[in-house]
Structures are given as structure tokens and as C-alpha cells.
Nanobody, 125 residues
Framework: QVQLAESGGGLVQAGGSLRLSCAGS????????MGWFRQAPGKEREFVAV????????VNADSVKGRFTASRDNAKNTVYLQMNSLKPEDTGVYYC??????????????????WGQGTEVTVSS
């Protein structure tokens, strides 16, 4: 498995931006797709975005298309989630996760076997 640690969360007003980071260590980081998920209070964890091992392919949830962008820097073993035009409904704990298999993409939580501790994002109206 890979060890992951998110950072960059905080409190922001609606319409604002945040950039989340996820630093990884352990197994070959650059061979695994990385996902972003979030969990709002009282709700189930949901998919936000996934980026391929090379960074060449990204898939976003419909709810964040056009506003969020996933990227990665394999030289730094770090993935990012740039969040723009934030809305109150984006509030939650954001988690990064590493796909359980190399060179595979996925959009469900069960596809990922290494998770960070999460970073909290609060968007005020």
C-alpha cells in the first residue's frame, strides 16, 4: 500500500477557490491512478475525480465538472485538486486514495485501497 496525507482544506466563501494536495509515499506512486472523494456530514462518501497514473486522463463527477481539476506531479509523489467556484454543497471531508491495481482507472471507492486521513473543506454561503 501507499501512505497518503492530504492538506489544503479550510474555510472559504462561496465562489472562492482552494487547492488540495495529497502527498504519497510507499509503493510506486507513478503507476497508480489517484482518486479524490468527499464525504459531507450525514452522507455517504462520493466520488469527485480521478487522475490516471501518467496524469494524461482525468474523470470528474458531474457535480464538479468545469470547476474542479485534478493534476499530479509524479516527481514529487503528489496529486492536487484545484477547486474553483466553490459552492456550499461542496462542503465535506476530502480524501485522496490510490487505486489498488497499477495502470487501472476507477471511480468507485472499492477500486482504491489506500486512503489519506482527509482534509476538511467548508464553504460558507
Amino acid at each position: 500500500q501507499v501512505q497518503l496525507a492530504e492538506s489544503g482544506g479550510g474555510l472559504v466563501q462561496a465562489g472562492g477557490s482552494l487547492r488540495l494536495s495529497c502527498a504519497g509515499s510507499g509503493r510506486t506512486f507513478s503507476s497508480h491512478a489517484m482518486g479524490w472523494f468527499r464525504q459531507a456530514p450525514g452522507k455517504e462518501r462520493e466520488f469527485v475525480a480521478v487522475i490516471s497514473w501518467s496524469g494524461g486522463v482525468t474523470v470528474n463527477a458531474d457535480s464538479v465538472k468545469g470547476r474542479f481539476t485534478a493534476s499530479r506531479d509524479n516527481a514529487k509523489n503528489t496529486v492536487y485538486l484545484q477547486m474553483n467556484s466553490l459552492k456550499p454543497e461542496d462542503t465535506g471531508v476530502y480524501y485522496c486514495a490510490a487505486h489498488r491495481r497499477s495502470l487501472r482507472m476507477g471511480v468507485t471507492a472499492s477500486d482504491f485501497d489506500s486512503w489519506g486521513q482527509g482534509t476538511e473543506v467548508t464553504v460558507s454561503s
